[in-house]
C-alpha cells in the first residue's frame, strides 16, 4: 500500500472518510512558496469544473539543474489549495456540505502522469477522488455560487511525506464549463460585420481569452460581460447557409449552439444564419439617368453574369430592380444593373439604366414607352435567371433598398 493509500486510511479511521466526496473546490490559493521548486509553465493555466482535462508542464533547465525530471523519476501531480509543501502532502480534501470545506489536496491518477523529457511532463486534471474507492469525489470543481477557484500544482519525485522533494510547482484556475442561452439576433449577411449577443453562462476570460465563430468563421472585436454572462462579436465574411453552429472556446471547454447546454439534446438548439444579403452604393437615382451601382456581399466570384446589356432570363446572374420580394415567375423585376464587373469576391460594380423603357415584371420582356416610375425598390442579386426558377434571391434588407426619385 502507498504512502498516500495510508493516508487515506488514516483519514478514514478519524471519521471523514465516510464522506461520499473529495474535491478541490474552494476558491483561493496562494503561489507555491519553495523557492528551491522551479517555475512550471503550463499549457493550459485555466480549465473546466470536473477535470479530465489533459495538460503538458515545461520546466526550463537551468545550470544548476538540467533536468528537472530527472530519468528513471515517476513524478506525483498534486493539487493543493495551500501553498506547495516541501514533502508530498497526506491530507485529504473532504467536501462536508458541498460548499464548506477545509483546505487539502487531490492527487492526479498516477496513470496519467506521463514523463515527457528532463524537463516535460503530461497529466491529467483530476477527476474523482483518487486513489480511495471510498471517497469518489468529482475531482477539481466548484461548488455553490463560485466563479473560479484557483489551486497550486506540486510536482514531487514520488508521494512520500517524508523523503519526497518538490521539483517544480505552477498555478491552475477552475472555471465553470461554457453554456449557451441565446443568440441575438442569430443571422448575419454574407458580407459580414453584423455585431452580435451571446448569452450564457461560464463566459470566464481566466487565463486565456474567449473565442468564438459561426461555421469557421471567427468572430471580432470579441468582448465579456463583467458578470460573465454575455459575449458580443463582430460576424466575418461567410458564403450564405443556414443551420449553423456558433461555438464559444472558453477556458472552461467549448460550446456549441447546436446542443447549448452540453447534454447531447438538440431539441434547444440554436442555428445560426447567414443570409446572402448585399449592401450598395448609392442608393439612389433620377429617371432619365445611368446611374454606377457599387455592390458589396460575399461569393461574387463564383457567379457569371451576362456581359453588355444581358438577357434578363438567361440561367446566369442578374441583379434587377424589384418592387417588393422577388418571384422569378412573377416580380422579377422593372430594370437590370447590367455591364457587370466583378472586382473581387466581396464586391462588384454595374450600371443601373434608368433613362429606357422598364421590364415587364412578369416575364423580363421590354414594355415600351414605359419609364421607370418613381419609388422605392429592391436591388435583388439573382443567381439563375431564367422564368420559373427558384433562383436563390438575396434576401431583402436595408441595405439594398434602391429609390428612384426626382434628384
Not at 256 to 271: E, H, M, R
Not at 315 to 338: D, K, P, T, W
Request: glycine residues 12%.
Amino acid at each position: 500500500m502507498s504512502t498516500w493509500q495510508h493516508a487515506v486510511r488514516r483519514a478514514g479511521r478519524a471519521g471523514v472518510a465516510a464522506v461520499a466526496s473529495s474535491a478541490l473546490i474552494l476558491a483561493g490559493g496562494t503561489t507555491p512558496a519553495d523557492a528551491a521548486a522551479p517555475d512550471m509553465a503550463l499549457t493550459a493555466t485555466a480549465g473546466p469544473s470536473g477535470g479530465g482535462n489533459t495538460i503538458i508542464g515545461v520546466v526550463a533547465g537551468s545550470a544548476a539543474n538540467p533536468n528537472p525530471f530527472p530519468a528513471g523519476a515517476v513524478p506525483v501531480v498534486q493539487f493543493q489549495y495551500a501553498a506547495c509543501t516541501a514533502k508530498a502532502s497526506d491530507t485529504v480534501q473532504i467536501d462536508v456540505t458541498g460548499i464548506t470545506l477545509t483546505a487539502g489536496v487531490l492527487q492526479a491518477d498516477p496513470f496519467s502522469v506521463k514523463r515527457l523529457s528532463s524537463t516535460k511532463i503530461a497529466f491529467v486534471v483530476p477527476t474523482t477522488g483518487y486513489p480511495d474507492s471510498t471517497i469518489n469525489g468529482a475531482g477539481l470543481v466548484l461548488a455553490g455560487s463560485q466563479t473560479s477557484a484557483k489551486w497550486n500544482v506540486c510536482v514531487y519525485d514520488s508521494d512520500s511525506t517524508t523523503n519526497s522533494m518538490l521539483l517544480a510547482a505552477a498555478t491552475y484556475t477552475v472555471v465553470p464549463e461554457p453554456t449557451i442561452t441565446s443568440i441575438t439576433p442569430a443571422s448575419s449577411p454574407a458580407s459580414g460585420g453584423k455585431s452580435i449577443t451571446i448569452n450564457g453562462t461560464g463566459f470566464i476570460p481566466v487565463g486565456n481569452p474567449i473565442t468564438a465563430s459561426v461555421g469557421g468563421v471567427a468572430l471580432t472585436d470579441v468582448k465579456v460581460s463583467p458578470t460573465g454572462t454575455s459575449i458580443t462579436g463582430t460576424t466575418g465574411a461567410r458564403v450564405a447557409e443556414t443551420g449553423l453552429e456558433l461555438t464559444v472556446t472558453t477556458p472552461g471547454g467549448t460550446v456549441g449552439s447546436l446542443d447549448p447546454n452540453g447534454d447531447g439534446d438538440p431539441t434547444d438548439a440554436i442555428p445560426f444564419t447567414y443570409s446572402n444579403g448585399i449592401t450598395i452604393s448609392p442608393n439612389t437615382g433620377a429617371v432619365g439617368t445611368a446611374v454606377a451601382v457599387d455592390v458589396t456581399g460575399v461569393g461574387f466570384s463564383q457567379l457569371h453574369f451576362d456581359a453588355g446589356s444581358g438577357t434578363p432570363t438567361s440561367g446566369n446572374a442578374h441583379l434587377f430592380l424589384v418592387v417588393g420580394a422577388y418571384n422569378s415567375s412573377n416580380n422579377r423585376g422593372v430594370a437590370e444593373c447590367v455591364r457587370v464587373g466583378v472586382v473581387t469576391d466581396t464586391e462588384l460594380v454595374c450600371t443601373l439604366d434608368l433613362s429606357g423603357n422598364q421590364l415587364s415584371p412578369v416575364n423580363s420582356a421590354l414594355v415600351p414607352s414605359t419609364p421607370i416610375a418613381d419609388g422605392a425598390y429592391i436591388l435583388t442579386l439573382v443567381t439563375d435567371g431564367s422564368l420559373g426558377v427558384g433562383a436563390n434571391p438575396t434576401n431583402i434588407n436595408s441595405g439594398s433598398a434602391f429609390v428612384v426619385g426626382p434628384y
